[in-house]
């Protein structure tokens, strides 16, 4: 029960920061960085809660964030672009990018993911939701050269800032222990105990690349 309400309690403290990250891109003049962070704290709530308290958060977010900024593109970006994203990297978190091939799926995942959810926004914005809106989508997107060179700032930024998601779910997950039951630490500990055996087991090759056998050498000293 007590491992339950610590996760209970992690996943709190996520949805209460991720609120604050959405009432930050709402009444400040920020871009979607706050978004960014907001969807690292639904990652967090999945990493140290469970998959089912990261989507409570991720909800509770969206919904509150809504009813202080209403419809606009930059709660639009969050629905679809960075709560999703931080559910996402829950099954992305192996994949790092600290070794060249893990880093080459992450990145392809994350470009993909990332062109997808953005031009699904762009159609949306120009052509569903063409009245009410915050910001005259079409008029900023030509300012900056088309929808095509918006799409290459994105994923260039995007994936830039995954990369950056990473390192810091490294760092943060080190600082913060898993809230494990008594029988995953038995689990735990008996994989412990047994890997020093089977290192023991391995066996040892000479410089020539034969192995050792160390009864025959025992029996020669005999």
């Not at 593109?73 to 990018?97: C, E, H, N, Q, R």
């Not at 929808?147 to 990369?163: G, K």
């Not at 039951?181 to 391995?202: H, S």
Request: net charge positive; with cysteine; aromatic share 10%.
């Amino acid at each position: 029960m007590k491992v339950q309400t610590k996760k209970l309690t992690t996943a709190a403290v996520c949805t209460a920061l991720a609120v604050i990250m959405c009432a930050a891109t709402a009444y400040l003049p920020l871009s979607f960085m706050p978004l960014y962070l907001a969807a690292f704290c639904i990652f967090l709530a999945c990493k140290r809660g469970s998959i089912v308290y990261g989507l409570l958060c991720a909800a509770a977010s969206i919904g509150l964030m809504f009813l202080m900024s209403g419809l606009s593109v930059k709660w639009l970006m969050f629905v679809l672009i960075f709560a999703p994203y931080g559910v996402l990297t829950v099954a992305l978190d192996k994949l790092s990018y600290f070794k060249w091939k893990t880093a080459l799926i992450r990145a392809a995942i994350a470009i993909v993911f990332f062109n997808l959810t953005v031009g699904v926004v762009y159609l949306i914005v120009t052509n569903v939701l063409t009245v009410g809106l915050d910001i005259d989508v079409n008029v900023w997107v030509s300012k900056v050269g088309g929808y095509a060179v918006l799409a290459v700032i994105a994923t260039v930024v995007l994936v830039s800032l995954d990369f950056m998601f990473c390192a810091l779910s490294v760092t943060v997950l080190k600082k913060i222990p898993a809230n494990t039951t008594k029988a995953e630490l038995i689990k735990q500990k008996k994989q412990a105990e047994q890997k020093p055996n089977d290192e023991k087991n391995q066996p040892e090759y000479d410089i020539f690349g034969y192995e050792i056998n160390h009864d025959d050498s025992d029996k020669g000293d005999k």
